[in-house]
């Protein structure tokens, strides 16, 4: 069970929150002029990488605030928590 | 006679202290102090149960947690324990344990013909056996069961309690014995807050039972002085009799702590168990080893046990298992067991493995008069019920073979010693690497994984002087990278009697010749898996590790393997001879040990099970007569049924006391979110399918919202209060996903909305009046104008009602004439007892969620989740009007656009009339076109709603059809369970009130 650093309460129980899947993935800003093939990716295509993993969560038991993970899928360390809309740290960053 | 196995003096047991006990029914005498096993023992009792498969004779193997042979029924009644290992059950007044597996006792036991026919149980052979045909296996699998049944589980109700703790601190230690002490010492001395966890009721580990010195003095002394240092300590925790169970990531450890196990008198404070979960920035392994069996022929006899544990028996309890004693081992180590017994009298033979023994050693043997046999196996064993008897000969290492003059021996005890194992099971959890040891011929740990460390025999090393000093610096460099001030360093010295050095262990595997008939090697005893099944197992193709494991069953059971592991790997290292290494090892799991499922539970069982909410009016319900339904976790009256009245007769009087008077539902579980700032029409555009820029303060619109997929995702009422202020209501159960929603697209989508949702389902007590009288009758307890000119449908109206301050919705779920009253959830029961009070002239009739449900029905009116089910659009619900056109975006339209989405064969809601006027037809029954003998048949759709409408006087159903908008009038057949078959006709969804001029009036 993992201990996640919430940017905006400190390290908690990973009980206290829950994984959305993968982050970074924008809602088109006009959906009405994609097609059906870029739709269907927005909402049904994911990445499932062994490694290095973007993923939202919210802390429902403290602030419930959502932000974003960067874990290794492979050894589950948590490389870094940010706020939403906070860019996206390549893996050089950390 | 009593305890005639017990030593004249000597051991840690209290003899002031009697202990009565029964056994298989039958009574005995034991002393505190004592464990059920060597209570046993003392009293000579060696043969405790039938084996698993063969229902062989099996006795006490081990003295602790890895015990495979010794596991009873302990207790009576609802506390009744299955697969208790006797070598862990501390003895209290009236303890009362049994054997397992045997029938009719364990003296005589049927199943143990098994055993004769064994040459037909192999491994596998259920496989091979009853798998065909895969019809029968569910028949047979009850008699297999039945027939290989470990123990029983109480069928009443547990009534001990348990509790759960979270626990934080700076380094965990797991085990107790010498090396974790000395880590505790150092890291306690430097401030750390530790937790020092060990699974025996005694500190000190196998330590204790030894002769040793540390630092030139009496060990045991040394040991107790370190004892009471680490308790005189504020910042050390010690939890005894608890053993470590899960080691998972982020060093969350699990630890399971018998509170009151060993009591005989139940605690009215103290719960049973305490399970806990502990949450660590170091982790300190420090679990020691347990001994390896030998394998040889027959090596599973009562009577046959591991030295160590003959030794502890000797020393820690003053049990001397037998007289005639053979020692049969593969290092020095064991000797020390060899000349207790000797001591304390004893006869003693030594068969040895070896050619190389120490010179010292030999000459010990020598002055106390101990035959030793080197080079040298035990090749069989006789005795049914317990050895009596063993043949030895000469054993040539290099070429494995068996040589020389077979030697008979009479003994009524082996103790043997095949080296030692460190326990790596937690360290394997903890994703620790693990490698094997070609000198000490076992898996020792090699690689880190998480911020931890493992020291002493864990660690494999097995010097005394090199674990005091190693474990000591340890806890004295975790607490420098916890960043306190170090405690002095120590140099340690320890010194053992004969210590169990690298060099002085060889591997043994059975000889290739002489493999007497009908004779067993056993590998795991647990689970009755012999060497042959092995060797079969690796004939067959079974060869990886984990086939080998499901296929012969070695490893696996109670004791997960932790005495045959090693040798079941060894064996097929030898069989393929490949390294071990390569070869591998199964993957070790959580729990360590069985746990009970009482202390996963913890407090959580019966009402604590999930919270229950209840409305402010829950009470009144309870008072009259309510049943109630669970709606997600609120607890909703279902109907209120008057004296002899079943749900068919008092739905039927609250569906009509609303339709021709008047009608009360306590609706405040419906979910309410108040919504603030300037961007909220905004983002309600966003959020429901259709427009909310043009509504009037003070006015109410039913929104419906999608997901993304553009599928019916919850639906409710939103009233805007003010110019930047709405209130939105929710289904019941859909409340906090509602919100959750609204959140996720706040916070993560549009970060630029200044939108603020807050949650005030239980702020408000919501009293839905519903009926033709329900105007006339809230006009005389409030100051709104409700006439119908003021107040018309579809608007919202703040004032008293009855001297509160109130919301008031013209709002209806009936198709009736309906108020929705908000008050503040304090006065909820007051209002609701003044309108029952003052709406007796109107016969007011307090309903239930059914009667609401017909009521609805009969108007067409959708539940979200009972008529859609989340693959449903709203074209699909025939609601195409409430899906603006206008709006650029909102979450789902996009997708009403995707193919599927747009095909013409999609299910539609719609009506259902059975043709004979009196079926209820069951919700979820399949609609078919033509119903045939046999499927399959023409699927068209299913029932979502059925009810009987008492106003109309005939049942309707609500149903999703194939295109069914386009087949209204026409016939389907419905089958039901019970072979009937329902002739209906696909009708409009509204029944009642076509016109809705009834909420107009």
Known sequence: ?94 | MSNQNRTMYGGRIDRGKVINFVFNGKKYKGFHGDTLASALLANDVHLVGRSFKYHRARGILTAGSEEPNAIVQLGLGARTEPNMRATEIELYEGLEAASQNCWPSVNYDIGSLNNVLSSIFPAGFYYKTFKWPPSLWLFYEHFIRKAAGLGHSPTAKNPDRYEQKFYYCDLTIVGGGISGLLSALAAGRSGCSVLLIDENPELGGYLLDYNFSINEKDGIKYIKNIVDELYSMDNVRILKRTTAMGYYDYNYLTALEKVTNHCDQLSKTLPRERYWRVRSKKIVLAQGAFERPLVFADNDRPGIMMASAGKKYLSRYGVLPGKSVVLFTNNDHAYQTAFEFNDKGAKLSVVDTRDNIDSRIQKKCEDLGIKLYSSSSIISTNGNKKVNQIEVQKVDRKQNELSGECITLDTDCILMSGGWNPAVQLFSQSRGKLRYDNVLNTFVPDKLIQDQIIIGCNNGCFDLSKNLNHSYQEGLNAAKDLNYEIADSINWTGEEEISFTESSVEPYMLGKKKVTKGSKHFIDFQNDVTAADIFLAQREGYISVEHTKRYTTTGMGTDQGKTSNVNALALMSHIHDKPVDEIGHTTFRPPFSPQTFGAIAGRSVDHLFDPERRTSIHKWHEENNAVFEDVGQWKRPYYFPKKKENIHDAVKRECLAVRNSLGMLDASTLGKIDLRGPDTTKFLDMIYTNAWSKLEIGSCRYGLMCNEHGMIFDDGVTTRLGEDHYHMTTTTGGAARVMSWLEEFLQTEWLDMEVFCTSVTEQWTVLSISGPNSRKFLQELTDIDLSKENFPFMKFREGKVCDIDSRVFRISFTGELSFEVNVPSRYGRFVWEQFMQHGKKYNITPYGTETMHVLRAEKGFIIVGQDTDGSVTPMDMNMDWIVSKKKQDFLGKRSFTRPDTMRSDRKKFVGLLVNDKKTVLPEGSHIVEKALKQPPMKMLGHVTSSYYSPILGHPIALAMVKNGSNHLGEKVEIPLMNGKVIEATIADTVFYDKEGNKNNE
């Open chain 1, 1 to 94: 069970m993992f201990v996640i650093n919430c940017p905006y309460c400190g390290e908690r129980d990973q009980t206290e929150f829950s994984c959305h899947g993968e982050a970074h993935i924008a809602r088109p800003d006009n959906p009405a002029e994609v097609s059906d093939e870029e739709w269907g990716e927005y909402l049904f295509f994911r990445n499932n990488p062994k490694g290095i993993h973007f993923e939202r969560w919210t802390h429902d038991h403290g602030c419930r605030r959502w932000f974003n993970v960067m874990r290794d899928t492979v050894s589950d360390k948590i490389i870094k928590t940010y706020k939403m809309g906070d860019q996206k740290p390549g893996v050089t960053d950390v």
